[in-house]
């Protein structure tokens, strides 16, 4: 059984910066690749960025590459995403999972509750 708690969302101006941390409870966080998802109002929880177990391999929604981080710290049992040039269309719900591999993080096998993002123009 793996816990996940987000936190660090908030308000942020457009062109701003927010870093997002998810913490995992279980001795098991490492041996799981780790997901960041977002769902705003009215729309389908999209897919934002993905971590190997390892941390060696990253994945982007082509919506936030380039401007967006996903990190992690298995000695923290932590997975981050640093999220900067902030945009108004990037306010949603953010989410943190956990999946047994990359090939399953859209489906995943825990999830946390979410941390509100809010970007103001």
């Known amino acids: 059984q793996v816990q996940l708690v987000e936190s660090g969302g908030g308000l942020v101006q457009a062109g701003g910066s927010l870093r997002l941390s998810c913490a995992a409870s279980?001795?098991?966080?490492?041996?799981?690749?780790m997901g960041w998802f977002r769902q705003a109002p009215g729309k389908e929880r999209e897919f934002v960025a993905a971590i190997s177990w390892s941390g060696g391999s990253t994945y982007y929604a082509d919506s936030v590459k380039g401007r967006f981080t996903i990190s992690r710290d298995n000695a923290k049992n932590t997975v981050y995403l640093q999220m900067n040039s902030l945009k108004t269309e990037d306010t949603a719900v953010y989410y943190c999972?956990?999946?047994?591999?990359?090939?399953?993080?859209?489906?995943?096998?825990?999830w946390g509750q979410g941390t509100q993002v809010t970007v103001s123009s």
């Open positions: 999972n956990a999946a047994a591999n990359i090939a399953t993080i859209v489906a995943g096998v825990y």
């Open positions: 279980g001795r098991t966080f490492s041996s799981y690749a």
